[in-house]
T-cell receptor
Framework: AQTVTQSQPEMSVQEAETVTLSCTYD???????LFWYKQPPSRQMILVIR??????QNATENRFSVNFQKAAKSFSLKISDSQLGDAAMYFC??????????FGDGTTLTVKP | DTAVSQTPKYLVTQMGNDKSIKCEQN?????MYWYKQDSKKFLKIMFS???????INETVPNRFSPKSPDKAHLNLHINSLELGDSAVYFC?????????????FGPGTRLTVT
């Protein structure tokens, strides 16, 4: 069974600074995708970024980028130039070939003005 | 033009009652899901349907019964509600079952059992 671990229950960052959220996972599968989702207080789940396991190049979406280390089974999210609207709970998720998603426990990000 | 909608958004009910949550997607997707997010924010998949067929059925009490009358709808019926069923239930859809497909989530239904 796959497991996803987010070791930081809470993180805080100063506005305009950079923060990195950690995620590790465990799997014996070779083909999978990894995702970061954002859940603001409105509770709507919003996809932030995704990474295919076969791609060595790290995914980037504007201010959001990942550091994907397949051998280490690590998938961290870097948020650059943090904004107040980035404050939310962030979930790391693993999705296997059967379409089953496993989520980490989440990291609550606070952005200080 | 809500992509994935759920009704109701809030549901308060007493122990022992039976209740249903409805989900509809207008994205033309083949696959739909139910997730449960508990009070500690743990998010866990419950069921998945592809073209009206059940393809994922996690360890969920049989008091929970999903029903997919067509590809655009996936309802969740819960019998004999218990206090531990209090949670936010999310419906989601994706174009298919492959791992690359983005999942689109509904706004969630907050169920409170008293």
């Amino acid at each position: 069974a796959q497991t996803v671990t987010q070791s930081q229950p809470e993180m805080s960052v100063q506005e305009a600074e950079t923060v990195t959220l950690s995620c590790t996972y465990d799997t014996s599968e070779s083909d999978y995708y990894l995702f970061w989702y954002k859940q603001p207080p409105s509770r709507q789940m919003i996809l932030v970024i995704r990474q295919e396991a076969y791609k060595q190049q790290n995914a980037t979406e504007n201010r959001f980028s990942v550091n994907f280390q397949k051998a280490a089974k690590s998938f961290s999210l870097k948020i650059s130039d943090s904004q107040l609207g980035d404050a939310a709970m962030y979930f790391c998720a693993y999705r296997n070939n059967a379409g089953k998603s496993t989520f980490g426990d989440g990291t609550t990000l606070t952005v200080k003005p | 033009d809500t992509a994935v909608s759920q009704t109701p958004k809030y549901l308060v009910t007493q122990m022992g009652n039976d209740k249903s949550i409805k989900c509809e997607q207008n994205l033309g997707h083949d696959t739909m899901y139910w997730y449960k997010q508990d009070s500690k924010k743990f998010l866990k998949i419950m069921f998945s349907y592809n073209n009206k067929e059940l393809i994922i059925n996690e360890t969920v009490p049989n008091r929970f019964s999903p029903k997919s009358p067509d590809k655009a709808h996936l309802n969740l019926h819960i019998n004999s509600l218990e206090l531990g069923d209090s949670a936010v239930y999310f419906c989601a859809s994706s174009p298919g079952t492959g791992p690359s497909y983005e999942q689109y989530f509904g706004p969630g239904t907050r169920l409170t059992v008293t």
